[in-house]
């Protein structure tokens, strides 16, 4: 295999990867002639570099990984750090990539590329006269009988469990670092145990939605925007106390220094402000640079406007939830094993 | 005089026994409509009745039992709709054939004539048990036929598939397997992996097994245990320990690594079915041969592989399915280059639930058929041939 | 260690030993040779050690001690295919996958024979077992004689000067292995090939032979054409082994020459011909085969020694009768009788007199 | 001629003792037959055992901080963790050299991650010190006890130290500990806090659920085995497809069919509720759970259970049956007396195999389990793909690994592995 | 039909036909009736329906027509296990998971006997067979011979009126056998049980039976008697298949009385009893058993028929000697002669005079 003109991007899959493949890896062949292979193992990235790593084999040219990950990897020494301003395009006026971005550069390895946020979808054909409009509906079972769907690992469901049981904003992070908070966050969830149906893979509550066998469900944005606007089933979202997260490009380290520089290259090609906004045309996730929003057009098959369905609209981002990822590298281990344990009680 | 008493039975019992089966019958329809007490007298009084009438009139069963189907497929109809006749043609066909293999006694022709009503009840529960266990073991086939023919891009009957409303179904997953690059690099990838792997795993597990099965082999159980093992080792251990050690010798993402690890996983099933083959091979055939002159590998290629050769085909072919239908381990091993049909599969069923995966289910069930098929006329010829030699 | 390392022998067996588990010999010290053109049989009990003494001969099993010769030569080094012996299995072992020219045809090919030669071979081979015929079916399609035929016209196909047979004809019943007795003999004497065959049926041995070993425990009991080793027993165990046989127990009182007088257990005294008991005061087996035994007073041979009887129990048999006896103190004494047109049939409780030649009636060891 | 003594190894001919002559007569089958054998082991050996080694021995291994802070480690062998007292200046010197060396090849944020498995929070002390040491200067910051406090509070703690020098050693039997709900204390081995207690409980849950499986594998196989045994064989052949048919299916869309099948808007939910047996508002929960994991498994191993069971009853005779029936047995005692027990070899053959199997399944459990249905293998694909704890899970492997081993030889010693047939 | 619905019959066929696929009859009207404590035995080659019959008897195969009748009675309609019979199987059927003593007391459990009753019926039952020692193995721990006995003692441990065995001795070698077919008509004997006993050895149905059926081709060919089936067969595939025969092919010149001149192919003018032919001109096949031949001029019998004969071989065998002669233009001609003391041994080549009695020279049918 020639790595002349060969690169493998590492991505998740399913619409997203086809929203890159048309924004970002078709452009970029048809430019360049390098022939992109696509590999799905977004979810197991972090575990595939850390083993390419000890191998000293690394195979892939350029990752996709949410920021969570980036930063593990970029402490593990597995990314390569990345200068936003000398390595990436500045925005069509001139602003730097490094301010163009702004805060969402949470990792000197990690390029942002959407923002997400994980949310609620429901059922309106089962909620009856009352649609929630809060978060803290998913821990009411009266008004909303029938089971929920949450995703399966303590991130999140944490929060949100403290913030429906009375804990302030700012105050979560700061509660759930005691054994008491954690003990509070857990026995409010407690509270919906029965009801919960744990999801792990991204697919399955758009499938439990559709299916009716949720009332409610967590999952990231994008894929309610698919269920209800692309399927038209009777799925409403729910803008509230959503988190934050971001999804980008990490290159790994250890590449030889052509293929690093050809990684490179593309990820200045992708990242610029108008890429950005072209991904949006095919999935609703909002682009990383402030540059690029006013550039979301409509869908790609649908022709409808992309902009209100994005999580960074206004109108949607009136009360969201800022994720903390230096807590979550710290409390990952201990929480999720004692998330487990509960589960498994 | 006839041994086997095979003579009509009385009316009264007919008409009892279809009675209980309508009883039952009813007790469904009855409740689905709102009294269970009420269908289970309707349903019982039903077929009571038509078992007296028809049993008093055997000589004419076939116009009777078509009438019997029209008659239900009518009622049905104007009851429930197009799905409610075919339940109806349905129940018409169970009832017509049930109270005439009641009354002309046929159910009891091909048992012993001593078996009390007991034992003959008890036959064919049994057997029906036995159909609901095979049931069981193809449900899931069942379900997923009909559903990959569906119009939604979810896993659900929808009302209108129910409805048998033809919108309700359509081959989109179909072409969407046979259009989509994805779909179509897994397949070839599976079948770039899959022979090569039980290629290997069957020559070296079938010199393996013929050596296995010599008579004098030191430590045989260490080495049987150490050949078995990919087979009872957890499929997670194997996957993360080849994971690591291939990606330190450079055999991660490769399609070697792939089909090494393949084939590893086959080769169990060639070990297990070839020396339950050479269990029964005779000996004397190599020694035949030898003593007239033949070396050992003219032996083993025109007496002992011939011969054998359905055991090595079937482990071959469990080979095969173990690595067409392998996951874990290709998710591991594997990189974008060797992704399979079960990966792409996984992928799906991850990231985005489409039936398309239901369509490539059906079509692989399809061939799976065809290979059994194959397989059992393999068998059937090995009999034959192993038949031959008296003793 | 008699007769071994002969100069014309062309099979030799010299002090062979065999163990399979490293515990027990199953061959013992074996000895033998035999010349070119015999038919050797090897009978003796299940589990004697006969197939194996084949095995090794053929090459399928190694000799754990000893030499094996032929025409001369060790084989114990050359390798099954390259000994050139030819081989009749028990259950024939044809191929089930041929066809039956085919089947006759593999020692050829493997031979690298031309295509025609093979065909005329063949054709020959399958002709002298009258099988003409057959050429183009398969084994399953024959019945248990043909395939036996055909098993012999494979092991002779390629001219082997030495043929192996391990009770070749085991599974075939009674009529049919009569009838293939006869043809092997014939066959073998008529292309004068060295034939070593083994089998457990006396008969068998008998009819078939030009000598009989007779092994037990490993060992050969006698070695002996089939009149001297009906009629001349070495040795208890081939007394009883060969033939039916009436035994009756005993004391030497002396041995004169030729003749031992014993004294029975009831203390009848009678003379018997002395064949391994050496001095007065030794336990002996007197055997005396119940066709030697008359009781017929016409028909008494002259010299005849007579006991008195009493008739327990007559068993028809068809072409004979066997009349149970009570003798010196035994109730398991046969009388064998050939049902002749004047023969009388005793009754039981009858009482008679039952005689027989001193040189028929054999002291063996006890 | 010295054939057996009686005393002493048993002799050949020559004097040399049978064995030996035996062996040597043997020699070349073996060889012959080893060379058979040799590719095919040589390959498992490479390809499989070498690779399940090499993951096991990461559940013991543990150079990471000896190779991350060689000084460091050195410096406190002295340091007794019981005094009450943090390390002294030197401990700090060397771990600051240490630190130095580290940052540099951003290998000290690993030895974080490390140790933050055994005290939360090592990972941020780590990964936040590391920034700042980078601008050190060794050779002139000193004294470091202070600066490193100053640092970060982190450093002034027992724990952290103690922690430090429990894991210090080249091997470690923590991960152990830990997958049997243990840890290392500070007076050796300790339980672990109730909350965090989960191994054990998946341990006996997978070995419960693989025993209910495994019974209800039997409680199906038997009638199936039973009357494939005794039809017809044209007959027995077709329906031996049906068995055969879903083995062959990817355990992928079997597993999602049970799914459609299992779900509270299911297809028997579905059927039930038309037929009025259960009511639209509570309809029956056979999914995500427990139920739903035995129901999908039990029908993905069912074969593996009834292929051996027909084929141990293809060889028991009928004529057994006829003879207890001619001894005046009825039908039932017939079976149950004669028939049954001649079958248990191959209820044993087909238990023993599904239960290895089940024991080791992850896939199927993951997604049909729900919380309660999950078995130990989805916990080490968990600590594989997204801990990254390897450690762990090469600990809970190896003693998932000795469990199935213990009843491979069971299974070997029982029923023998040559006596498994598959179809 | 002859003797069906015979009073005192204990077993009766009446009729009986069966067939497996609807198509091909494997049992043709088949009539029998046996007396209580009649040993009879069914005597045929492979296939021709014995086992079948005994199968509709214990109640394991139901009769497509006719009537089965035990003491009286239609059993039609009763199950196996009801009908009281004693069976032995061909392969012995012990119950190999339980020990000797077990497989016992099993006909006695499943009756609900006491315990102490059963433990003394059982150690009775294994006496009886010389089994006493071995109640504690199972049935894989004996020899052939001994499970055969086990497997004699289970049929007959619940007292059964009538014993049913299917080729019971067909596993065990020649010694064993014989033995084994004394101790079985003895034990029958003695218990005064009714045996119906299958086998397709000719020699263990004649030692063996009160009377034997011949069957063949799905019916009874003939019904008698040992001595008689042996000496007086009623057709030609009874002669043949009874014992060994010389068969001459010829022509009936003419029928007188008890006597029949028959032509042979060669023109040979020979006396034979008529059996199965009636009238001049029909073809014959004229059957001599071998041992009722004499070459001896002493003995030769008053009244005896001679004829030319050449001897072709002579045949070692030895309690008897086998001449092979040819006579009459055949060349399969064979003379059994006892190896008597005085007996002479033909030499190949001999020209000599053969000659029996005309009673002993059977005309069957062609
Ligand atoms: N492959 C083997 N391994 C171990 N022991 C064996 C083997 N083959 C034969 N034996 C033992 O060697 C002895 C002699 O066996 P062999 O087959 O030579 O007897 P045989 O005389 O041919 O008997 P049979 O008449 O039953 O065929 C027996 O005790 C047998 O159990
Ligand atoms: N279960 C069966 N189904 C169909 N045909 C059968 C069955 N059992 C026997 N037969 C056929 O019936 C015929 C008679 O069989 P049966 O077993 O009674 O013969 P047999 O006299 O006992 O022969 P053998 O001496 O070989 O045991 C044979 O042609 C056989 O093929
Ligand atoms: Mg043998
Ligand atoms: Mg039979």
């Known amino acids: 295999q020639d790595m002349a003109d060969e690169m493998t991007i590492?991505?998740?899959?399913?619409?997203?990867?086809?929203?890159?493949?048309?924004?970002?890896?078709?452009?970029?062949?048809?430019?360049?002639?390098?022939?992109?292979?696509?590999?799905?193992?977004?979810?197991?990235?972090?575990?595939?570099?850390?083993?390419?790593?000890?191998?000293?084999?690394?195979?892939?040219?350029?990752?996709?990984?949410?920021?969570?990950?980036?930063?593990?990897?970029?402490?593990?020494?597995?990314?390569?750090?990345?200068?936003?301003?000398?390595?990436?395009?500045?925005?069509?006026?001139?602003?730097?990539?490094?301010?163009?971005?702004?805060?969402?550069?949470?990792?000197?390895?990690?390029?942002?590329?959407?923002?997400?946020?994980?949310?609620?979808?429901?059922?309106?054909?089962?909620?009856?006269?009352?649609?929630?409009?809060?978060?803290?509906?998913?821990?009411?079972?009266?008004?909303?009988?029938?089971?929920?769907?949450?995703?399966?690992?303590?991130?999140?469901?944490?929060?949100?469990?403290?913030?429906?049981?009375?804990?302030?904003?700012?105050?979560?992070?700061?509660?759930?670092?005691?054994?008491?908070?954690?003990?509070?966050?857990?026995?409010?969830?407690?509270?919906?145990?029965?009801?919960?149906?744990?999801?792990?893979?991204?697919?399955?509550?758009?499938?439990?939605?559709?299916?009716?066998?949720?009332?409610?469900?967590?999952?990231?944005?994008?894929?309610?925007?698919?269920?209800?606007?692309?399927?038209?089933?009777?799925?409403?979202?729910?803008?509230?106390?959503?988190?934050?997260?971001?999804?980008?490009?990490?290159?790994?380290?250890?590449?030889?220094?052509?293929?690093?520089?050809?990684?490179?290259?593309?990820?200045?090609?992708?990242?610029?402000?108008?890429r950005l906004a072209d991904q949006a045309k095919w999935i609703s996730y909002g682009p990383a640079r402030a540059s690029s929003a006013p550039l979301v057009g409509k869908h790609a098959d649908l022709g409808i406007d992309m902009a209100p369905h994005m999580p960074t609209d206004p109108n949607n981002a009136k009360n969201t939830f800022l994720y903390n990822y230096e807590f979550w590298a710290d409390y990952r281990d201990d929480i999720d094993g004692k998330f487990q344990a509960w589960l498994a009680k | 005089m006839a041994l086997t008493p095979v003579e009509n039975q009385t009316p009264g019992f007919v008409a009892a026994v279809a009675a209980s089966s309508g009883a039952f019958f009813g007790l469904f329809v009855g409740t689905s409509q709102g009294s269970g007490l009420l269908g289970i007298l309707v349903g019982a009084a039903i077929m009571a009745a038509l078992g007296f009438a028809l049993s008093s009139m055997l000589d004419k069963e076939k116009p009777f039992r078509w009438a019997l189907i029209a008659a239900f497929a009518v009622v049905g109809y104007v009851?429930?709709?197009?799905?409610?006749?075919?339940?109806?043609?349905?129940?018409?066909?169970?009832?017509?054939?049930?109270?005439?293999?009641?009354?002309?006694?046929?159910?009891?022709?091909?048992?012993?004539?001593?078996?009390?009503?007991?034992?003959?009840?008890?036959?064919?529960?049994?057997?029906?048990?036995?159909?609901?266990?095979?049931?069981?073991?193809?449900?899931?086939?069942?379900?997923?036929?009909?559903?990959?023919?569906?119009?939604?891009?979810?896993?659900?009957?929808?009302?209108?598939?129910?409805?048998?409303?033809?919108?309700?179904?359509?081959?989109?997953?179909?072409?969407?397997?046979?259009?989509?690059?994805?779909?179509?690099?897994?397949?070839?990838?599976?079948?770039?992996?899959?022979?090569?792997?039980?290629?290997?795993?069957?020559?070296?597990?079938?010199?393996?097994?013929?050596?296995?099965?010599?008579?004098?082999?030191?430590?045989?159980?260490?080495?049987?245990?150490?050949?078995?093992?990919?087979?009872?080792?957890?499929?997670?251990?194997?996957?993360?320990?080849?994971?690591?050690?291939?990606?330190?010798?450079?055999?991660?993402?490769?399609?070697?690594?792939?089909?090494?690890?393949?084939?590893?996983?086959?080769?169990?099933?060639?070990?297990?079915?070839?020396?339950?083959?050479?269990?029964?091979?005779?000996?004397?055939?190599?020694?035949?041969?030898?003593?007239?002159?033949?070396?050992?590998?003219?032996?083993?290629?025109?007496?002992?592989?011939?011969?054998?050769?359905?055991?090595?085909?079937?482990?071959?072919?469990?080979?095969?399915?173990?690595?067409?239908?392998?996951?874990?381990?290709?998710l591991f091993v594997g990189s974008a280059g060797q992704k399979t049909l079960p990966w792409q599969m996984f992928i799906g069923l991850r990231e985005q639930i489409s039936p398309t995966i239901l369509a490539v289910a059906t079509i692989l069930v399809g061939i799976s058929v065809l290979l059994l098929a194959t397989l059992e006329m393999l068998r059937r010829r090995s009999e034959r041939l192993r038949g031959m030699s008296p003793g | 260690m008699a007769d071994v390392s002969n100069l014309d022998a062309f099979v030799e067996f010299e002090r062979v030993q065999k163990s399979y588990d490293g515990e027990n010999l199953v061959v013992k010290d074996l000895n033998l040779s035999m010349p070119k053109g015999e038919f050797l049989t090897m009978l003796g009990p299940s589990g004697s050690g006969k197939t194996t003494c084949l095995m090794m001969l053929a090459g399928f099993e190694t000799a754990t001690h000893g030499d094996i010769r032929l025409g001369g030569t060790s084989i114990n080094n050359i390798p099954p295919h390259k000994r050139g012996i030819g081989m009749v299995f028990q259950n024939y072992a044809l191929f089930p996958h041929?066809?039956?020219?085919?089947?006759?045809?593999?020692?050829?090919?493997?031979?690298?024979?031309?295509?025609?030669?093979?065909?005329?071979?063949?054709?020959?081979?399958?002709?002298?077992?009258?099988?003409?015929?057959?050429?183009?079916?398969?084994?399953?399609?024959?019945?248990?004689?043909q395939q036996q035929r055909i098993a012999l016209a494979r092991a002779l196909v390629f001219e082997p000067e030495l043929v192996l047979m391990d009770e070749p004809l085991g599974a075939l019943d009674k009529q049919l292995r009569e009838k293939m007795q006869f043809e092997i003999t014939h066959l073998a004497h008529r292309l004068g090939i060295t034939v070593v065959y083994v089998t457990h049926d006396q008969t068998e041995a008998l009819t078939m032979s030009d000598r009989v070993a007779v092994f037990d425990d490993g060992r050969i009991q006698q070695l002996d054409p089939p009149d001297r080793l009906y009629e001349a027993p070495q040795n208890s165990f081939v007394a009883q082994f060969i033939g039916e046989n009436n035994t009756l127990e005993g004391v030497i009182k002396e041995i004169k020459g030729e003749t031992a007088l014993v004294q029975l257990d009831n203390g009848d005294l009678i003379d018997a011909k002395p064949v391994n008991v050496s001095k007065a005061g030794e336990r002996t087996r007197v055997s005396i085969r119940p066709e030697r035994v008359e009781y017929n007073k016409d028909r008494m041979p002259e010299g005849a020694h007579t006991l008195k009887a009493e008739v327990m129990e007559f068993i028809y048999m068809g072409d004979i009768f066997r009349t149970r006896l009570r003798v010196a103190g035994t109730e398991d004494f046969f009388v064998k009788t050939r049902n002749a047109p004047d023969q009388v049939r005793l009754k039981p409780g009858q009482q008679i007199e039952i005689g027989w030649l001193a040189e028929d009636c054999h002291a063996l060891d006890a | 001629m010295s054939d057996t003594t009686d005393t002493g190894p048993v002799l050949a001919a020559d004097g040399t003792p049978l064995k030996r002559s035996l062996a040597r007569a043997l020699r070349r089958q073996k060889i012959r037959a080893l060379m058979l054998v040799a590719p095919l082991l040589l390959f498992v050996l490479l390809t499989f055992i070498m690779p399940i080694g090499d993951m096991l021995f990461r559940s013991v291994e543990n150079n990471i901080v000896k190779d991350t802070l060689p000084k460091t480690v050195v410096a406190l062998r002295d340091w007794d963790p019981d005094s009450g007292e943090i390390p002294d200046e030197a401990v700090f010197a060397a771990l600051a050299e240490d630190l130095k060396v580290a940052v540099e090849s951003k290998t000290h944020t690993r030895l974080g991650t490390r140790l933050n498995y055994e005290l939360t929070g090592i990972s941020s002390l780590f990964r936040k010190s590391g920034r700042k040491i980078k601008k050190w200067d060794l050779a002139q910051d000193g004294p470091f006890q202070a600066k490193f406090i100053d640092l970060n509070d982190g450093w002034g703690e027992i724990a952290t130290w103690r922690t430090i020098k429990t894991y210090s050693p080249k091997y470690t039997n923590g991960y152990f500990l830990n997958s049997i709900d243990m840890q290392k204390g500070t007076n050796g081995a300790e339980a672990r806090p109730e909350n965090q207690q989960i191994y054990i409980t998946l341990f006996k849950r997978t070995m419960f659920m693989s025993m209910v499986i495994t019974i209800s594998c039997i409680v199906l196989a038997y009638p199936?085995?039973?009357?494939?045994?005794?039809?017809?064989?044209?007959?027995?052949?077709?329906?031996?497809?049906?068995?055969?048919?879903?083995?062959?299916?990817?355990?992928?869309?079997?597993?999602?069919?049970?799914?459609?099948?299992?779900?509270?808007?299911?297809?028997?939910?579905?059927?039930?509720?038309?037929?009025?047996?259960?009511?639209?508002?509570?309809?029956?929960?056979?999914?995500?759970?427990?139920?739903?994991?035995?129901?999908?498994?039990?029908?993905?191993?069912?074969?593996?259970?009834?292929?051996?069971?027909?084929?141990?009853?293809?060889?028991?005779?009928?004529?057994?049956?006829?003879?207890?029936?001619?001894l005046g047995a009825t039908n039932w005692t017939a079976f149950w007396r004669v028939y049954f027990p001649q079958s248990i070899p191959g209820i044993g053959a087909g238990s023993i195999l599904v239960f290895i199997l089940s024991i080791g399944y992850y896939i199927t459990p993951e997604l049909v389990g729900g919380t309660k249905g999950v078995f130990i293998s989805n916990r080490i694909a968990f600590h594989i793909s997204s801990s990254l704890n390897w450690g762990l899970a090469a600990a809970l492997g190896a003693i998932l690994l000795a469990v199935v081993l213990i009843l491979y030889w069971a299974y070997d010693k029982i029923v023998g592995i040559d006596n498994v047939k598959l179809g």
């Open chain 2, 79 to 330: 009851l429930g709709g197009l799905p409610a006749a075919v339940l109806g043609v349905l129940f018409g066909w169970f009832s017509g054939w049930f109270i005439f293999w009641l009354a002309t006694s046929r159910y009891r022709a091909h048992l012993a004539p001593y078996l009390t009503p007991g034992q003959v009840l008890w036959h064919y529960t049994f057997r029906v048990i036995c159909g609901v266990i095979f049931t069981f073991l193809i449900t899931p086939i069942l379900v997923v036929m009909p559903l990959s023919f569906n119009a939604q891009d979810f896993f659900t009957f929808t009302p209108e598939m129910l409805r048998f409303d033809p919108a309700g179904y359509s081959l989109k997953h179909y072409q969407d397997f046979l259009g989509n690059q994805d779909w179509q690099n897994a397949l070839w990838n599976s079948i770039r992996i899959a022979p090569m792997a039980t290629v290997l795993s069957v020559s070296f597990g079938t010199l393996a097994a013929i050596g296995l099965s010599q008579p004098h082999v030191p430590f045989r159980r260490a080495i049987m245990a150490i050949l078995i093992s990919p087979m009872i080792v957890p499929l997670i251990i194997s996957a993360a320990g080849m994971y690591f050690f291939y990606s330190r010798i450079g055999l991660q993402g490769t399609y070697m690594g792939v089909v090494l690890a393949h084939a590893v996983l086959g080769i169990p099933f060639v070990i297990i079915t070839v020396t339950a083959t050479l269990v029964g091979f005779d000996r004397s055939l190599t020694r035949a041969a030898a003593n007239m002159g033949a070396d050992p590998v003219t032996t083993f290629f025109r007496v002992q592989m011939p011969l054998i050769l359905p055991g090595v085909v079937s482990g071959g072919l469990f080979a095969f399915i173990t690595s067409f239908d392998e996951v874990v381990v290709v």
């Open chain 1, 10 to 274: 590492v991505s998740w899959g399913g619409a997203y990867s086809k929203s890159q493949k048309n924004a970002y890896h078709d452009p970029y062949s048809a430019n360049t002639g390098v022939k992109i292979i696509n590999d799905e193992s977004s979810a197991e990235a972090v575990a595939k570099l850390r083993a390419m790593n000890e191998a000293g084999n690394v195979t892939w040219d350029v990752v996709d990984v949410v920021a969570a990950d980036a930063m593990r990897l970029c402490d593990e020494g597995l990314a390569m750090e990345i200068d936003p301003d000398t390595q990436l395009a500045a925005a069509p006026d001139g602003t730097p990539a490094s301010e163009d971005f702004g805060d969402l550069l949470v990792s000197e390895c990690f390029i942002p590329q959407i923002v997400y946020s994980t949310t609620f979808g429901y059922r309106t054909d089962l909620v009856g006269d009352t649609p929630p409009t809060s978060i803290c509906a998913i821990f009411d079972t009266e008004a909303y009988p029938g089971k929920r769907s949450l995703e399966k690992r303590p991130i999140n469901n944490m929060e949100w469990a403290l913030l429906c049981d009375g804990v302030a904003k700012e105050d979560v992070y700061d509660v759930l670092e005691t054994d008491e908070g954690q003990e509070q966050a857990l026995a409010k969830l407690d509270t919906i145990k029965d009801d919960v149906i744990w999801w792990s893979a991204g697919a399955d509550t758009p499938q439990l939605l559709a299916d009716g066998e949720v009332v409610m469900g967590s999952t990231y944005n994008g894929r309610l925007f698919s269920v209800i606007v692309e399927q038209n089933q009777p799925v409403a979202m729910l803008w509230d106390a959503q988190v934050y997260d971001l999804d980008g490009w990490i290159i790994p380290a250890g590449l030889s220094p052509e293929r690093q520089a050809r990684a490179l290259d593309y990820i200045m090609f992708a990242t610029d402000t108008q």
């Open chain 3, 98 to 145: 041929m066809t039956i020219a085919e089947n006759l045809s593999f020692p050829l090919e493997v031979r690298k024979m031309g295509k025609s030669d093979r065909e005329a071979k063949v054709m020959r081979a399958l002709d002298m077992v009258e099988m003409g015929a057959f050429g183009g079916r398969r084994p399953a399609q024959l019945s248990g004689g």
């Open chain 4, 224 to 326: 199936v085995a039973w009357i494939l045994a005794n039809l017809p064989a044209r007959t027995s052949n077709l329906l031996m497809i049906l068995v055969l048919l879903p083995f062959w299916t990817s355990l992928l869309v079997r597993t999602s069919a049970w799914k459609v099948m299992l779900q509270q808007q299911g297809v028997i939910n579905e059927t039930l509720v038309w037929l009025g047996l259960v009511s639209d508002t509570d309809r029956l929960v056979m999914i995500n759970n427990q139920f739903g994991t035995i129901v999908a498994m039990t029908h993905i191993l069912l074969p593996f259970m009834i292929l051996p069971m027909y084929s141990v009853m293809q060889t028991i005779q009928p004529t057994y049956l006829r003879a207890a029936k001619s």
